[in-house]
């Protein structure tokens, strides 16, 4: 089972997952969990960069 067996209306419902995600993350990545050659949750890691931490 592959990835490619996934019906057009699956690749629609993660690509605008992913999209919403894409539009408010600024530094960070996402992460497609796979099984059974499916995608079964989309997580979202975002880092927040603070200023006061740079070295002066």
């Known amino acids: 089972m592959g990835a490619n067996q996934l019906k ?5 419902e993660i690509a605008e997952h992913v999209e919403r ?6 530094f960070g ?12 949750q ?3 890691n975002e880092k927040v960069r603070l200023q006061s ?3 002066r």
């Open 8 to 12: 057009p209306s699956e690749w629609q």
């Open 21 to 26: 995600m894409l539009d408010t993350l600024q």
């Open 29 to 40: 990545s996402i992460t497609l969990i796979i099984q059974d050659g499916k995608v079964v």
């Open 42 to 44: 989309i997580e979202k």
């Open 53 to 55: 931490n740079k070295k």
